[in-house]
């Protein structure tokens, strides 16, 4: 049972970097199959992939923000971590972290997210 929760800054001033933690209790981010999922959802888009780094470290990125997207982690805090760069308001979102499971067919644990409010 993951117990996933995000942090950071909720405001973010335009052309600036986004960086949020996705700290995960309950589970190890090491561990086998699974991989750790950066989603975000706005009014006009609805829900959005961001990308994913998986339990090896390997890591995949929507094609329409892939120029701007890191996602990293730290294994001994159980913890991993997005970067959006050069953000704009269109990037105003609530952003979530959740568990990626290929035998759920999907993404079977998430945080509550958190509000990101990118404006000057």
């Known amino acids: 049972q993951e117990q996933m929760q995000e942090s950071g800054p909720g405001l973010v001033k335009p052309s600036q970097t986004l960086s949020l933690t996705c700290t995960v209790a309950?589970?190890?981010?090491?561990?086998?199959?699974?991989?750790w999922c950066w989603i975000r959802q706005t009014p006009g888009a609805g829900l959005e992939y961001i990308g994913y780094?998986?339990?090896?470290?390997?890591?995949h990125y929507s094609p329409s923000l892939k120029a701007r997207t890191s996602i990293s982690r730290d294994t001994s805090k159980n913890q991993f971590f997005l970067q959006l760069t050069s953000v704009t308001p269109e990037d105003t979102a609530v952003y979530y972290c959740?568990?990626?499971?290929?035998?759920?067919?999907?993404?079977?644990?998430w945080g509550k997210g958190t509000q990101v409010t990118v404006s000057s």
């Open positions: 780094i998986g339990y090896s470290g390997n890591t």
């Open positions: 309950g589970g190890s981010i090491t561990t086998n199959n699974y991989y």
């Open positions: 959740a568990r990626g499971d290929p035998d759920a067919l999907g993404m079977d644990y």
